[in-house]
């Protein structure tokens, strides 16, 4: 059967005419019923294209002329003229090129199978009666050729439906992956010392993760391998900062503790419970080193239940060693100053701060200074830049110098060895900005 | 089926559509007459031994100041001139159409004197249309009006075809 859906184009109807004579020598037509009339059309078409030969023939030497197409809006009819026979194909639709193509082939095989049948006929077609199954191949191979894109169009939409959803598939996963990373990464925030600032999908597979990672935390790279997380997928934006997470304080400590075999340390209720035994100069230092952890808060007294051994059983228990770590920390708080907005003598927060720290080291010093029998005092020395006048300098100088000395006091450092001076200007090219400070001398006394 | 092509021939108003019109199996207009020049009708004969099918290609009626498309006699097996007994001219352009056909192709040819319904009014001698027909392979006296000779016409002609 025919298909019921219309085609773009529809072959019609064949006829093989007689070149000579206009007969009819065979016709199929597309739905199986002979028309009767096709004998007349044949001729009649003969007639016509003898007709279009002889009207429009320009001249002899180019030869016959003979019609190739006739065409209406929807309706084609196609002639190809063979030696003996034309061939003519009535087409209704759109004809595609292909069809005019097959159409030719057709009729020259029907020359190469009937080539005496043709040069012999006298009227009688019964012997071209077989070339029937010719124009009914030609009919039926161009209703393939046109009904097999058909069955070929899904293929190809298969093949792009196929191709677009593995493309899916594909993305699906990348986006999957990149999820689980995203998962995985988002327990860093336990890490102590380690802050995700943030975290999200970026590029469809990457992760972007912004820390804040204190240098004791453990390393990222080491976090991830650990765990084996790949990080090819990971774009990573770190910054330093000082974590007060008591885990991480707890590491410090430990880190400190680690030069000190003979101390150990305990945490009950998170605070560091420290016991063992030390010399005084391992005292002196690891009060030092304890005190620099940021957000410990150490305070010396929290060496009180760590023994002190025999001062004969070290030579570090030397007084000049003593003496030269006393002079060593002496030099560190020197290093020390603290700066002031333009014509100001306010202490900042920041200023206050690390004056807590000087008052706790200033007041360490002392204890190892009574050993070796001296006397600590703290010279504070305030200074200006050039702006203003000279007096105006001199007074400011002094009440910066007023001011980190109360402060100082104030924090819980004797005001008999404190001394507040005003510099007055600091008048170096090389100081800009860096004159506006208070700077620190520590002098100590023999106190026999 | 055994075809034949038919050329009918004739000058103008001779009756050849007239002839065939009762006859004849058509699907065309007569206008294709006055525009190509033909007209084609066929007619199927019963012999007692096959069937022939004639196609008739009913050419536009000729005089002598036009001519005929000599490409509609390709392939004739043979052809028909139509003469009208009641003009005389009829026959000598018949006769001069017979001429230009033989110049293209050697075919048969019948003649066919038609309007016998009518009187005879052409003056022709006996003798004078006898050497007439003589030059056709034979004739035969029609009346498209009244049907006479009109089957024979072409049962005679597709019994020699096929012969």
Not at chain 1, 115 to 134: I, M, V, W, Y
Request: net charge negative; charged share 25%.
């Amino acid at each position: 059967m025919w298909p019921a859906k219309p085609l773009l184009f529809e072959l019609n109807k064949f006829f093989l005419i007689h070149r000579e004579t206009g007969l009819l020598l065979n016709t199929v037509s597309a739905d199986l019923n002979t028309n009767a009339d096709a004998d007349l059309i044949s001729a009649m078409l003969t007639a016509i294209n003898d007709f279009v030969s002889d009207s429009f023939a320009k001249s002899k030497e180019k030869g016959e002329q003979h019609l190739d197409v006739v065409k209406t809006d929807d309706f084609t009819l196609l002639l190809k003229p063979g030696p003996k026979a034309v061939l003519v194909a009535a087409v209704s639709g759109t004809m595609p090129q292909k069809v005019a193509d097959q159409l030719q082939l057709s009729m020259e095989e029907i020359h190469r199978l009937y080539g005496k049948e043709l040069t012999d006929f006298k009227g009688d077609a019964e012997p071209l009666a077989n070339s029937e199954q010719q124009l009914r191949d030609c009919l039926i191979s161009e209703l393939k050729a046109e009904a097999n894109p058909r069955k070929k169009r899904p293929w190809m939409a298969w093949f792009v439906v196929v191709g677009i959803a593995a493309f899916l598939v594909y993305l699906a996963v990348i986006r999957w992956q990149a999820h689980q990373l995203l998962q995985q990464v988002s327990v860093l925030n336990q890490q102590p010392g380690i802050v995700v600032t943030s975290l999200g999908l970026i590029n469809f597979s990457e992760v972007e993760l912004k820390i804040l990672r204190d240098p004791s935390a453990v390393e990222l790279a080491s976090w991830l391998k650990e765990r084996d997380i790949p990080s090819d997928k990971l774009q990573v934006i770190e910054r330093a900062y000082v974590s007060l997470d008591t885990e991480l304080l707890k590491i410090k400590v430990n880190a400190v503790l680690s030069v000190y075999p003979t101390v150990t340390v305990e945490w009950p209720h998170d605070r560091p419970v420290f016991s063992g035994e030390f010399t005084n100069v391992d005292k002196l230092r690891l009060q030092a080193e304890l005190h620099n952890i940021a957000g410990l808060g150490f305070k010396n007294i929290w060496l009180d239940g760590v023994k002190l051994a025999g001062k004969d059983a070290n030579t570090a228990d030397d007084p000049a060693v003593i003496r030269a770590i006393l002079d060593l920390n002496i030099a560190k708080l020197d290093r020390m100053s603290v700066e002031f907005e333009q014509g100001s003598s306010e202490l900042s927060e920041e200023t206050i701060s690390l004056l807590i720290d000087l008052k706790e080291q200033f007041n360490n010093l002392i204890g190892i200074a009574e050993q070796q029998e001296l006397s600590l005092g703290l010279i504070i020395m305030g200074a200006s830049d050039p702006t203003g006048s000279v007096a105006f300098n001199k007074a400011l100088s002094q009440r910066r110098a007023d001011a980190v000395q109360n402060k100082l006091q104030e924090l819980g450092i004797d005001k008999n060895r404190l001394n507040a001076i005003g510099l007055g200007v600091i008048d170096l090219k090389t100081s800009g900005d860096g004159a506006r400070k208070v700077l620190f001398n520590v002098v100590y006394f023999d106190s026999k | 089926m055994i075809q034949k092509k038919i050329c009918l021939l004739g000058a103008t108003g001779v009756g050849k559509t007239s002839l065939v019109k009762q006859y004849v199996e058509g699907i065309f207009s007569e206008k294709y007459l006055t525009t190509i020049g033909v007209k084609i009708d066929k007619k199927e004969i019963i012999l007692p031994n096959q069937s022939v099918q004639l196609m008739l290609w009913d050419i536009e009626g000729i005089d002598r100041y036009c001519g005929f498309q000599p490409k509609y006699l390709r392939g004739a097996s043979a052809y028909i001139l139509v003469a009208d007994q009641t003009r005389s001219q009829s026959l000598i352009e018949g006769f001069e159409i017979q001429q230009m056909v033989k110049a293209v192709v050697d075919i048969p040819g019948v003649l066919a004197i038609n309007k016998v319904d009518l009187d005879a009014s052409w003056h022709w001698s006996t003798n004078e249309v006898e050497e007439i027909k003589a030059n056709f392979d034979f004739t035969f006296s029609t009346s498209a009006k009244t049907g006479l000779g009109v089957e024979q016409l072409f049962s005679k002609l597709a019994s020699m075809l096929v012969d």
